[in-house]
């Protein structure tokens, strides 16, 4: 059996958008493989002893996307982008649950120096990066959602152009913008 094109997941992803069930049951085995992958590049940024596993992200992720209804697929790309937001958002609301209860020690950490090349410093704190994230957002949210399909999604430049539907080299513009700005305000939050 060869491995279903971008096209054929893009036409099942638009069938279960319009409701189409059996389209999501053929669906979610093809994709499972490529969610655990971006699963545990998020899971590998945590620190370790993290409660939350690679599994048990891709599971309450499909929980989620399930619910959701009259979501207009566009693609694969912007399937996997949707996936990737919603495994920042999941583990964020962890990090604050965690945050909360501990009074801020402990917080999750996640490794930016190698992974995105924006911060100095070794860890960055994960709600710091993504009240960063947010902020930038506020202030041009395609530059936050470069960062967010590139480094959290995974996307490469020209899947990121696809979903934003924006030039590859726009893109990288974007990209090396935004890690210059997030470099400068996660610095400033640290304190230093």
């Keep these: 059996m060869t491995a279903p094109s ?3 997941i893009t036409l099942m992803l638009r069938a279960w958008g319009e409701g189409d069930q059996e389209a999501l049951e053929k669906l979610t085995p093809l994709v499972y493989k490529e969610l655990r992958r971006l699963a545990h590049r998020y899971m ?5 002893g993290h409660t939350l596993q690679t599994t048990a992200l891709v ?5 989620r996307l399930v619910d959701e209804r009259g979501v207009s697929w566009q693609n694969r790309a912007h399937f996997f982008a949707i996936c990737a937001r919603t495994m920042r958002r999941i583990l964020i609301d962890f990090a604050r649950a965690r945050q909360y209860q501990k009074r ?3 917080a999750a950490h996640v490794s930016l120096d190698n ?4 911060a100095r410093q070794p860890v960055v704190d994960l709600v710091a990066l993504d009240d960063a ?3 930038l957002a506020s202030l041009d949210p ?6 967010e399909l590139r480094f959290f999604g995974g996307l490469s430049v020209e899947e990121t152009a696809e979903v934003l539907k924006i030039s590859p080299e726009t893109v990288m513009r974007d990209w090396k913008m ?7 305000e996660l610095q400033r939050s640290a304190g230093l």
Excluded at 44 to 48: M, N
Excluded at 115 to 118: F, N, P, R, S, W
Excluded at 142 to 147: G, L, N
Aim: glycine share 8%.
């Design 44 to 48: 590998a940024r945590e620190r370790p």
């Design 142 to 147: 395609r530059k936050s959602q470069v960062v």
């Design 6 to 8: 971008a096209q054929e």
């Design 178 to 184: 935004a890690k210059a700005w997030l470099a400068r």
């Design 133 to 135: 994230l947010n902020h």
């Design 115 to 118: 992974a995105l090349g924006i």
């Design 104 to 106: 801020g020690g402990e």
């Design 59 to 63: 599971h309450e992720v499909y929980l």
